[in-house]
């Protein structure tokens, strides 16, 4: 409980005419004691860390932020030796009733309260103003050893940013705008740096935002791919405030180390995590290795070579695609060195032992995930030429920004070969075997393709199929034959009380380890005793996000996700899954067309007849299982077929 200023006493009727103005003396002194107390808390403790936390729609609709806030406070953390100063804003609704939707506070955090000392001169938490003020008021008025910084909400990585202030549009921080808040701060004009940076947020673990942060600070620690709706374990508080050592470092260690143990000990979903943290001394190493490697492919992809690097492009272990249209183009700059291996060995190798200096420690489940992550376009050519201008004036590598533009230029141009898949009716080799061939110029720019399996829908227009599955697994040999093997499978969602209902799954990821599949949900849930800022009646869509692996052959649910509604800014809110709720998957239903020749029509001229599966409601927990298709269903098998500059191609169907 917050301490009361005075105590109310009992005033004697007589009293001499002096005693009003020597109390009111005092507490005029007392009063300003508790201003200097407020602001100056204790002196020079080890570390103060400063959490700019922009609550957005993550606060508004599911209190995610007031939840770590509470966490922090009952984290244990030795106050005598470590400050926690929020700066808060950014949400249309708070969840914590100490807390105004309607200002950007700083608040002092104590285990037993808030205390707010300050308000920002602006409620629009994505001003580089904003920032700096808070870093100011931080550093003015609570001396430390050393300062770490976390910046709290959604992610976009370099080209989209950081942050989505809800109460202004989800207005963003560019990277520029976080270099003009760092370099602003007082802190930076007396020549002194956080002891590190890190991002509670989705995707910002990337050279770009490192190379943004270098000159500010000494670690950053960030994710690479998405974070889930809990994001960090802020038990690492009391860890690093029981220890001695407050290095950027020994922190770094800690936070990524307990984000581990709470994702594996996960009681509902384990879902794919990946945390690491950087050593920014080393960021100007790992650039001068890429330009170096950039300079020796720059001359081959004006060469005539843009299919070839394409190729390894395509294969690059790649983050933030949460379904078959939502691409970041952020990749792995690790897994790149080492697509790339084969053309540039020299190269590669230097690329790789740099990124592996600079990574302090990581955890992972997530395969061919190494702690730093790059912008490459490749997938997302509909936003391609915005986000290239924007990536131009983040202040990156010149030499790497020209190239991925030149790049780019190619990805968009005109067709570099002639396909006519529509021509192409799949060869059946064996029981499930199927293989088309290329002629050597669509070998050559052939990039991957997916194998779908498709079971007619009685009782519909004619010709209408719904989709089962879909696969990459298929590999093109030395003489140009494309081979996949349709296993004739589909997945079945159920739970404890014995309910089923089929599923339309799409695949979202293929390695050597697992592959991961998405099927679509429609979700409602009526609830009487819902509090007046939820609803009682919810719906909507979400996600449920399958691994299949030797462990788990017939799939285990990893995680169930809704979208924010915001366009390209990344989700990180899992989807709570009620008693009572009513499940419906998604039936992925298309009726596919020919023309008067009969070769069918690209995929995108399919008449779209998509539904919902009759579904159940929840009992208990939900599961997955894979089941045979039934033998006397009415199939057809058909290849998808990307070429190196991204365009798809259908081939005719076989049944």
């Given at each position: 409980?917050?301490?009361?200023i005075?105590?109310?006493?009992?005033?004697?009727?007589?009293?001499?005419?002096?005693?009003?103005?020597?109390?009111?003396?005092?507490?005029?002194?007392?009063?300003?004691?508790?201003?200097?107390?407020?602001?100056?808390?204790s002196e020079?403790?080890?570390?103060?860390?400063?959490?700019?936390?922009?609550?957005?729609?993550?606060?508004?609709?599911?209190?995610?932020?007031?939840?770590?806030?509470?966490?922090?406070?009952?984290?244990?953390?030795?106050?005598?030796?470590?400050?926690?100063?929020?700066?808060?804003?950014?949400?249309?609704?708070?969840?914590?009733?100490?807390?105004?939707?309607?200002?950007?506070?700083?608040?002092?955090?104590?285990?037993?309260?808030?205390?707010?000392?300050?308000?920002?001169?602006?409620?629009?938490?994505?001003?580089?103003?904003?920032?700096?003020?808070?870093?100011?008021?931080?550093?003015?008025?609570?001396?430390?050893?050393?300062?770490?910084?976390?910046?709290?909400?959604?992610?976009?990585?370099?080209?989209?940013?950081?942050?989505?202030?809800?109460?202004?549009s989800?207005?963003m921080l560019?990277?520029?705008?976080?270099?003009?808040?760092?370099?602003?701060?007082?802190?930076?004009?007396?020549?002194?740096?956080?002891?590190?940076?890190?991002?509670?947020?989705?995707?910002?673990?990337?050279?770009?935002?490192?190379?943004?942060?270098?000159?500010?600070?000494?670690?950053?620690?960030a994710?690479?791919?998405?974070?889930?709706?809990?994001?960090?374990?802020?038990?690492?508080?009391?860890?690093?405030?029981?220890?001695?050592?407050?290095?950027?470092?020994?922190?770094?260690?800690?936070?990524?180390?307990?984000?581990?143990?709470?994702y594996?000990?996960?009681?509902?979903?384990?879902p794919?995590?990946?945390?690491?943290?950087?050593?920014?001394?080393?960021?100007?190493?790992?650039?001068?290795?890429?330009?170096?490697?950039?300079?020796?492919?720059?001359?081959?992809?004006?060469?005539?070579?843009?299919?070839?690097?394409?190729?390894?492009?395509?294969?690059?272990?790649?983050?933030g695609?949460?379904?078959?249209?939502?691409?970041y183009?952020?990749?792995?700059?690790?897994?790149?060195?080492?697509?790339?291996?084969?053309?540039?060995?020299?190269e590669?190798?230097?690329?790789r032992?740099?990124?592996?200096?600079?990574?302090?420690?990581?955890e992972?489940?997530?395969?061919?995930?190494?702690?730093?992550?790059?912008?490459?376009?490749?997938?997302?050519?509909e936003?391609?030429?915005?986000?290239?201008?924007?990536?131009?004036?983040?202040?990156?590598?010149?030499?790497?920004?020209e190239f991925?533009k030149?790049?780019?230029?190619?990805?968009?141009?005109?067709?570099?070969?002639?396909?006519?898949?529509a021509?192409?009716?799949?060869?059946?080799?064996?029981?499930?075997?199927?293989?088309?061939?290329?002629?050597?110029?669509?070998?050559?720019?052939?990039?991957?393709?997916?194998?779908?399996?498709?079971?007619?829908?009685?009782?519909?227009?004619?010709?209408?199929?719904?989709?089962?599955?879909?696969?990459?697994?298929?590999?093109?040999d030395e003489?140009?034959?494309?081979?996949?093997?349709?296993?004739?499978?589909?997945?079945?969602?159920?739970?404890d009380?014995?309910?089923?209902?089929?599923?339309?799954?799409?695949?979202?990821?293929?390695n050597?380890?697992?592959?991961?599949?998405?099927?679509?949900?429609?979700?409602?849930?009526?609830?009487?005793?819902?509090?007046?800022?939820?609803?009682?009646?919810?719906?909507?869509?979400?996600?449920?996000?399958?691994?299949?692996?030797?462990?788990?052959?017939?799939?285990?649910?990893?995680?169930?996700?809704?979208?924010?509604?915001?366009?390209?800014?990344?989700?990180?809110?899992?989807?709570?899954?009620?008693?009572?709720?009513?499940?419906?998957?998604?039936?992925?239903?298309?009726?596919?067309?020919?023309?008067?020749?009969?070769?069918?029509?690209?995929?995108?001229?399919?008449?779209?007849q998509?539904?919902?599966?009759?579904?159940?409601?929840?009992?208990?927990?939900?599961?997955?299982s894979?089941?045979?298709?039934?033998?006397?269903?009415?199939?057809?098998?058909?290849?998808?077929v990307?070429?190196?500059?991204?365009?798809?191609?259908?081939?005719?169907?076989?049944?």
């Amino acid at each position: 409980m917050k301490k009361r200023i005075y105590e109310e006493g009992h005033i004697q009727n007589k009293i001499w005419i002096f005693v009003p103005a020597v109390c009111a003396g005092f507490v005029l002194l007392f009063l300003l004691w508790n201003v200097q107390r407020q602001a100056h808390p204790s002196e020079n403790q080890k570390q103060v860390i400063m959490i700019y936390m922009v609550g957005s729609d993550l606060e508004s609709e599911r209190g995610l932020a007031s939840a770590d806030i509470r966490e922090i406070q009952e984290s244990g953390f030795d106050e005598e030796q470590l400050q926690i100063i929020i700066c808060t804003g950014g949400a249309a609704y708070w969840w914590n009733d100490s807390i105004s939707a309607d200002e950007c506070a700083v608040l002092e955090v104590h285990a037993d309260e808030l205390r707010k000392v300050h308000i920002l001169n602006t409620d629009n938490m994505a001003e580089p103003a904003a920032v700096t003020e808070f870093m100011d008021y931080v550093y003015e008025n609570y001396e430390a050893d050393s300062y770490g910084m976390i910046l709290w909400d959604h992610g976009g990585g370099a080209v989209i940013g950081y942050g989505g202030d809800e109460n202004h549009s989800y207005d963003m921080l560019s990277l520029y705008q976080l270099k003009e808040a760092f370099a602003d701060s007082r802190m930076t004009a007396e020549g002194k740096k956080l002891e590190w940076i890190g991002f509670d947020a989705c995707l910002m673990g990337m050279l770009e935002v490192a190379n943004t942060c270098a000159p500010y600070a000494d670690y950053l620690v960030a994710s690479e791919g998405m974070t889930s709706e809990a994001g960090w374990d802020y038990s690492f508080l009391k860890r690093i405030s029981d220890g001695t050592d407050f290095s950027g470092e020994a922190a770094g260690q800690e936070i990524v180390e307990t984000y581990r143990e709470y994702y594996t000990a996960s009681e509902n979903y384990a879902p794919e995590y990946t945390l690491a943290c950087m050593e920014l001394s080393q960021t100007e190493q790992v650039i001068d290795s890429l330009e170096s490697f950039i300079c020796i492919a720059e001359p081959d992809l004006k060469g005539g070579s843009y299919s070839a690097l394409a190729k390894e492009r395509d294969q690059t272990k790649a983050f933030g695609r949460t379904d078959t249209s939502v691409n970041y183009d952020i990749v792995d700059l690790y897994d790149l060195a080492e697509q790339f291996a084969e053309l540039y060995p020299q190269e590669a190798v230097a690329l790789r032992e740099a990124v592996a200096r600079m990574v302090v420690c990581e955890e992972t489940n997530v395969a061919d995930a190494h702690g730093i992550a790059i912008y490459f376009p490749y997938d997302n050519k509909e936003d391609i030429s915005d986000w290239l201008e924007e990536y131009s004036q983040i202040g990156f590598s010149d030499t790497y920004v020209e190239f991925v533009k030149e790049f780019a230029e190619m990805l968009t141009g005109d067709t570099m070969t002639n396909w006519n898949m529509a021509e192409t009716v799949p060869v059946k080799d064996g029981e499930n075997e199927y293989s088309i061939s290329f002629t050597p110029e669509q070998a050559e720019h052939y990039a991957h393709a997916t194998f779908s399996t498709w079971e007619s829908v009685k009782d519909w227009e004619e010709g209408c199929y719904v989709m089962w599955m879909d696969s990459s697994d298929a590999a093109l040999d030395e003489n140009g034959t494309l081979w996949a093997i349709a296993e004739e499978k589909r997945f079945i969602l159920c739970d404890d009380a014995g309910h089923r209902v089929s599923c339309s799954a799409t695949e979202l990821e293929r390695n050597e380890t697992y592959a991961t599949y998405g099927i679509g949900l429609y979700l409602s849930y009526t609830n009487e005793d819902a509090s007046d800022h939820d609803l009682k009646y919810k719906s909507g869509w979400a996600t449920v996000y399958i691994r299949v692996d030797e462990e788990n052959p017939d799939g285990v649910i990893t995680g169930i996700y809704e979208g924010t509604g915001m366009d390209m800014i990344p989700g990180r809110m899992s989807c709570e899954l009620e008693q009572g709720m009513e499940i419906n998957t998604f039936a992925f239903i298309r009726q596919i067309t020919f023309d008067d020749n009969g070769k069918v029509l690209p995929f995108e001229e399919w008449k779209m007849q998509s539904s919902v599966f009759t579904g159940f409601e929840l009992e208990g927990d939900l599961s997955v299982s894979m089941v045979d298709i039934e033998e006397d269903a009415e199939l057809l098998h058909v290849f998808f077929v990307s070429d190196t500059q991204g365009n798809v191609y259908t081939t005719n169907c076989i049944e």
